[in-house]
């Protein structure tokens, strides 16, 4: 549940300031979890060369240079991005062992829940997505995230987050928009040459691929509208010409359809391994 403090005693808040709260919590969390790494494992004159190898790997996830523990604890305070935030705390749910996960995901879930203001974005297994409707993040996105999982898929859910980083990154970096589309294209186009078992492109696996997954050929116009529109974005400009940015919901609307065909093509599978 949200809080609720500034709604009983009727205090106005904006975004800026909800985001402001939650960088905070973030920074608590994050010192809370360097503090406590590894104390319980090892003894205490270990601890300092462990949390300098923790701090080093996070540094490398994020690109920022490391100096020292005491540099790079100040360098998170400092920060007052609030995408370089989520950032953040990616990298350290990557770089930590399941037991400090699980405790990471729920801090995190805490601090979003306590927000007073929607913050536009949801934690689902160690990442930050763009929150859009809840019933198509929890049934398209995350369950096709969730049965995505695995070596067979990687080339199809590596493209596929990258999409949704950069849809959440749009709200900062509208070019993003254009990025969003083309990896998600590249997921649906990797899992149809593993549905038809060839390398050839999306163009030229449509029809064997609508076939292949079992569905009614309404879907193969779908499918052939999809892969028109991905190719505005895909392909160079002319010369001369300057390439449209397509709107933040034409964008989500893509990639909610993109995960359409996902679960469509793993339907058996999405049904026997991710509960309804």
Known sequence: MQNDFYKRFNIPI???????????????????LIDEMYRSFFPDFFLEGKKRRLLV??????????????DFEESIDREENFLEHLHLVEAFYACIDEDRQSQLSELVEDAISESVFDLGTIWSNGKFLKKGAPILDKRLVNESLGILKGKSYENVLDPFEKG???????????GSLVNATTNVYEALEALA???CGNDRDLSGNRQLFIAKINTPEFYKKVLKEYIEYACEFRHAVKEGEKRRIPSEREVEAFVYLTAIFI???LWDKSHSEVPA
Do not use: T
Request: glycine share 4%; with cysteine.
């Open 14 to 32: 904006n975004l800026s300031k909800a985001q402001g709260h939650f960088m905070n919590r973030i920074k608590n969390i994050i010192h809370l």
């Open 57 to 70: 790997f996070v540094a490398n996830k994020i690109g920022k240079k490391f100096d020292s523990i005491q």
């Open 164 to 174: 949704l980083k950069c849809l959440l990154q749009s709200q900062k970096e509208p």
């Open 193 to 195: 040459k593993i549905v």
């Open 263 to 265: 679960r469509l093509a």
